[in-house]
């Protein structure tokens, strides 16, 4: 059975310092996979998704950036983490080809930016 | 551009109450899926159901039912007699031809 895990669950860093979260999906191959930010009492939203190694689409400009350095493997980083950065972020997969299946989504990661 | 409204931004209700929660949707692409998500106080999410745009049939899932109409691009989920697990954000999500859209989720809270 496919599982995906994120870690580590909870970070607190300042503002400044650098930041990297980490997935991983298991059980499948060539997935999809997404990063999603939720903000405090906020929707989700959709910061990167990729559909293939090295194959990175951004959604939203800002000082966060993402790399498949691997199929199952996908990172969110930063060099210089801010403020607005606090939220829960949630690593996701889907199945390859096109955006009409379900997303399994990971244990979420949640950031506090002092 | 894809958009998901969730009006709704909290709901509270009794034990054994029935709910509704309301979805609303913009997309021009012609084909397109609809989900609904639970986010439990855990924080993962939890897939509950999708809908493709060419299945407007509604579904009924033991106190889950789903009401897909295209007329009017909503996608609205009821849970009857309610109960204090159902307590979680619920969120209603457009997938299309390149991502997928979240709504901005409601809190529903089911008090004893």
């Known amino acids: 059975s496919q599982t995906i895990h994120q870690w580590p669950a909870t970070l607190v860093q300042p503002v400044g310092s650098p930041l990297s979260l980490e997935c991983t999906v298991e059980?499948?191959?060539?997935?999809?996979l997404y990063w999603y930010r939720q903000a405090a009492g906020r929707g989700l939203q959709l910061l990167f998704y990729s559909v293939g190694i090295g194959q990175i689409s951004s959604e939203v400009p800002q000082n966060l950036s993402a790399s498949r350095p691997q199929d199952r493997q996908f990172i969110l980083s930063s060099k210089k983490l801010l403020l607005s950065d606090s939220g829960f972020y949630l690593c996701?997969?889907?199945?390859?080809?096109?955006?009409?299946?379900?997303?399994?989504f990971g244990e979420g990661s949640r950031l506090t930016v002092l | 551009a894809q958009k998901v409204t969730q009006a709704q931004t909290e709901i509270s209700v009794v034990e054994k109450e029935d709910v509704t929660l309301d979805c609303v949707y913009e997309?021009?692409?012609?084909?397109?899926?609809l989900f609904w998500y639970k986010q439990p106080p855990s924080g993962e999410l939890v897939f509950l159901i999708r809908r493709n745009s060419f299945d407007e049939q509604n579904e009924i899932s033991g106190r889950y039912s789903w009401n897909f109409q295209k007329s009017t691009s909503s996608f609205n989920f009821t849970i009857t007699a309610s109960q204090v697990v159902d307590s979680a954000v619920y969120f209603c999500?457009?997938?299309?031809?390149?991502?997928?859209?979240f709504g901005a989720g409601t809190r529903l809270t089911v008090k004893p």
């Open positions: 996701a997969w889907s199945g390859q080809g096109s955006y009409t299946g379900e997303l399994f």
């Open positions: 999500a457009l997938s299309g031809n390149n991502d997928m859209r």
């Open positions: 059980g499948t191959s060539n997935p999809n």
């Open positions: 997309t021009r692409d012609t084909t397109y899926y």
